[in-house]
């Protein structure tokens, strides 16, 4: 079994960056070779994809509203991923979702992770 606990959420202005942490614990993410991802929430939509790694991270993908803007990479010695977020809009508020996938590769859907944290709350003022 995975644990996935995230943080870093918070309050920030427009133009501002922040950066949110993913850590995994029950099982490393060298052991099983794991590919992860972040996805966010907005009140009222569904849950949609952010930006994915793949088990050593040399391979991510990222939506197309953050591309340019976030940056996701994970710290295999230290079960810790991470999500780099610059340029923040108000349109980035949500609930962000660290979320560990079925194998080792790049996975941009939800079905594709059966482990999920329990989320953290991004507020962007503008």
């Known amino acids: 079994q995975v644990q996935l606990v995230e943080s870093g959420g918070g309050l920030v202005q427009a133009g501002g960056s922040r950066r949110l942490s993913c850590a995994a614990s029950g099982r490393t993410f060298t052991n099983y070779a794991m590919g992860m991802g972040w996805f966010r929430q907005a009140p009222g939509k569904e849950r949609e994809f952010v930006a994915a790694i793949n088990w050593s991270g040399g391979d991510t993908a990222y939506a197309d509203s953050v591309k340019g803007r976030f940056t996701i990479s994970r710290d295999n010695a230290k079960n810790t991923m991470y999500l780099q977020m610059n340029s923040l809009k108000p349109e980035d508020t949500a609930v962000y979702y660290c979320?560990?996938?079925?194998?080792?590769?790049?996975?941009?859907?939800?079905?594709?992770?059966?482990?999920w944290g329990q989320g953290t709350q991004v507020t962007v003022s503008s």
């Open positions: 979320a560990g996938g079925s194998g080792r590769m790049v996975y941009t859907t939800v079905g594709s992770y059966p482990y």
